[in-house]
Each structure stands twice: as structure tokens, then as C-alpha cells.
């Protein structure tokens, strides 16, 4: 029976996601809400809000919704799946229950759920309000620096201060406590500072099974070499050279087998993405942070390497059958280049032209900050006749296939290079750290 699927969420993440949805036999009709004009050619884009659950609801009736795939964690952290079950049970749904999802709606129950279960993680403490601020000032002195505090709540990928001395620590407490990340920040965690590599690993499960996905490593600065302000992410790669047999061996035994009989015990049901933001201290695998959806722009790398049929995986993990699946993955590398708005991720400007699209040869364009320069998101008879104009900070994604990451690099770059927009900018040196390894 075709399957019906609708993603919620209209990023580079979803329209990676959808791109790889569109490819599989199983497909009935694909819709995204609110697609881009990346998902136009292969999808229905429909309009809506995504954090409106009843309106959610009324599309997935009107279009005779089977599988509902959430991209963003905004509306599962705030309960769209335990709302989907009440309102729609013959619904799957791809993506974690509200209890599910405090993994990344609260890194305190994050933390306190690694240290009960025995995973490896830095050592932390939280503190609740401003009224915490004396105790959480008295903790940074039982610390090396630098110091790493991070909002409890979701900050957008922004809540987490790394500081490189005591001063800065307590300046950066100050401000969190009064309300530099609003609600998120009202409660802190204080961590221990972890010195390595990260890693970004993803994982499919129905609950009790569970299915490795490819591994990728992305760039969150924007300046080269890791320099500046944090970002949503300006590139990926996968598969990423340190995770070798050896160090994926450490992760599924130490970190994410326990994750998913930790769930088991605690009696949480969890069908959808766990990404687990790992980072390789001297050969031993530590978890930063648990996020309750895949990456963005790693989806962008992942998505092109796997062989097989993705929207069957996704049914049948949503559907508490993921233990027969079986997921193929090629053995090339994909590089993702992020071109960004001048200014991201502080003020930039919209609605500029973006030109020369249809120039770039052998690589995927997945889209995020675009829309159509004429009113409406419009469809697969429409999306090839409007004009695409910039619409966020981060506009779209280049990924490139090659056999090793310079090729892919080489390829992906010089592609890029025919895509011109008014104060385009992107980093030069994504996969320059791994090719040294």
C-alpha cells in the first residue's frame, strides 16, 4: 500500500529528508509543511504553522496522512506526538513523545538520565534561577577553566556559553540568569570542559531496536578555522575518518545501547531520531548533548549516503518493526557546504535573487532560507517558472559525492561557485581538519 508522508518543517534538514523520502517505491503522496522551493519539484509544499497542532491535525486528514516525519524539535519537545495519538491513534509517527523529547528539551533530565545509566558524560551541576547565582559562582571554583554553561531549555542551537576564564564564566552567568536566552536559560548547567573531536552520531529506533544511520561531522563557527560566533552550521561532512571500527564499537556498547534500555527502564516509548553529539576524547567516545531529531546541516551528508529504502526504515520504526530492516550505506564521502546571508548569523539582509542554480552539475542543492519571489510556495506544475529569492540567514546547501573528502570538496566548491547571490558568503575550509587525519 502507498504510504502518505507528511514533514513538518521547511530547513535544509527537511528538505533533505523529503529528498530522500521522494526516491522510495513505497511512496504514495509526499507533502511538506511549509516546504521551500527545494521540496517543490518532488513534493506537495502546503502551508501552515507547525507549532498549530489542530492544524496539523486538519491537513493530515485532508490529505489522508499514513506517516507524519517531524523535523524540528520545537513541536516534539511540546508534545505533537502525544498529541497525534489522542487525536489520530492509526497515525505513525516519526519522532519522540514529550517524555521522549526533554532528552533535548532539558539538559538537566539529559544529564541526570547519562549518569544514572552509566554513560559517559562531563562531570555537571545545575542551578535553578537567579537565586542560584552565589552557589553557581561557588561551583566555577571547582573547575579548570574554560568553563561550559548551557541553558537548560531549547535555544535555537545558541545556549551554550564556553568560557575561557572565571571572569567571563561569572559574566556569562550573570547574563544568562537575567534572561539572555529567555525561558530556556532560567535554569543552568554548569559542565565540566571536554577537549577532543566531535562527532555527530544519528540512530533510527522503534523504542527497543535500533538502526545506525551514517556519522557526520559539522562546522558551527562561522569564521574559517573555526573561529567566530556560533551558527546553525556552515557544512558537514560523512563519514567522518576517526570513526573507525574500533570507536563505533565504544559507542553502540557504552553510549547507545544503554541510551535505549535507559528508555526501556524508565518506561519512556521512543520512536524516531536520537542524535547523539558526541565528542572523541583520546579514543574514548563522552556525549555533549542528546538532540530528539537529526542534524541540521549533517542531513544534508547523511541523507545522500544510504542506499536504501529510507521511508521503509521510517514506517517501520514509527511502527515498532525496525528489527528486520536492514540499512545499505555507500562508501562514499559527502561534503555540504552551507552559502549563508552576509551578516549570519547577526542582522542580514532578504529577498535577494539567488542565481545560477541550474548551472551546478552532479551535486543536491538542498534549500532553507528561500522561498519564491511570488506570492505562495508553489507546486511541482509552478516551482520551475518563479524566481527564488533568499529568505534567512542560512539559505541552502551544496553536497557533493566523491570517492574521499578533497574530491568531494573540489567538486562541491566548484559548483558553489556558479551560485551568486548579494553578500553570499560560505566557509572555504569544511573537511580540511579530517583530511589531515
Not at 513538518?8 to 521551500?36: D, H, T, Y
Not at 502551508?47 to 496522512?65: C, E, L, N, P, T
Not at 552559502?339 to 542580514?348: C, D, I
Amino acid at each position: 500500500m502507498p504510504i502518505n508522508v507528511l514533514v513538518l518543517g521547511n530547513g535544509g534538514r527537511e528538505c533533505a529528508l523529503a529528498w530522500k523520502i521522494a526516491q522510495s517505491p513505497s511512496l504514495g503522496k509526499l507533502f511538506v509543511m511549509n516546504g521551500n522551493p527545494g521540496t517543490a519539484p518532488f513534493a506537495e509544499n502546503v502551508s501552515g504553522d507547525v507549532k498549530d497542532f489542530d492544524q496539523v491535525r486538519d491537513i493530515i486528514g485532508k490529505y489522508a496522512v499514513d506517516l507524519l516525519v517531524v523535523g524540528p524539535e520545537d513541536p516534539l519537545v511540546n508534545g505533537i506526538t502525544d498529541y497525534m495519538a489522542a487525536e489520530i491513534p492509526e497515525l505513525k509517527v516519526v519522532g519522540p513523545g514529550r517524555a521522549g523529547a526533554m532528552l533535548e528539551g532539558s539538559k538537566q533530565f539529559a544529564k541526570r538520565f547519562m549518569k544514572r545509566y552509566g554513560i559517559p558524560t562531563a562531570d555537571f551541576k545545575s542551578f535553578d534561577g537567579a537565586g542560584q547565582l552565589p552557589e553557581a559562582m561557588e561551583y566555577l571554583d571547582t573547575l579548570a577553566p574554560p568553563y561550559v554553561l548551557k541553558a537548560d531549555g531549547l535555544a535555537a542551537g545558541k545556549g551554550v556559553i564556553i568560557a575561557p576564564t572565571k571572569t567571563e564564566a561569572e559574566k556569562g552567568l550573570e547574563e544568562m540568569f537575567g534572561g539572555k536566552f529567555g525561558k530556556a536559560g532560567h535554569r543552568v548547567v554548569i559542565e565540566q570542559f571536554l577537549s577532543g573531536i566531535e562527532v555527530s552520531v544519528f540512530i533510527l529506533t522503534d523504542g527497543r531496536n535500533w538502526m545506525l544511520l551514517p556519522e557526520a561531522k559539522d562546522y558551527k563557527r562561522i569564521g574559517e578555522g573555526d573561529t567566530g560566533l556560533n551558527t546553525g552550521g556552515m557544512g558537514s561532512v560523512s563519514p567522518v575518518p576517526f570513526c573507525n571500527s574500533a570507536f563505533m564499537d565504544k559507542v553502540r556498547e557504552r553510549i547507545i545501547q544503554p541510551t535505549i534500555d535507559g528508555l526501556v527502564t524508565d518506561k519512556i516509548p521512543y520512536r524516531g531520531f536520537v542524535f547523539f553529539g558526541l565528542i572523541n576524547c583520546g579514543g574514548d567516545p563522552y556525549v555533549i548533548e542528546y538532540n530528539c531529531r537529526m542534524g541540521d546541516p549533517e542531513t544534508q551528508s547523511v541523507m545522500p549516503r544510504i542506499k536504501s529504502d529510507f521511508l521503509g526504515h521510517l514506517y517501520a520504526a514509527a511502527s515498532g518493526n525496525l528489527k528486520k530492516e536492514r540499512i545499505e550505506v555507500s562508501g562514499d564521502t559527502a561534503v555540504s557546504i552551507v552559502a549563508v546571508s552576509g551578516g549570519y548569523p547577526e542582522s542580514y539582509g532578504k529577498g535577494y535573487r539567488i542565481n545560477g542554480m541550474e548551472n551546478a552539475e552532479s551535486v543536491t542543492i538542498f534549500q532553507s532560507g528561500t522561498r519564491f519571489a511570488e506570492t505562495g510556495t508553489g507546486g511541482k506544475d509552478t516551482a520551475s517558472k518563479k524566481a527564488i529569492v533568499t529568505s534567512g540567514g542560512r539559505v541552502l546547501a551544496v553536497t557533493a559525492i566523491a570517492d574521499d573528502i578533497a574530491k568531494a570538496r573540489e567538486k562541491g566548491y566548484r559548483e558553489l561557485a556558479k551560485i551568486d547571490f548579494d553578500k553570499m558568503y560560505c566557509r572555504h575550509d569544511i573537511g580540511c581538519d579530517l583530511m589531515k587525519r
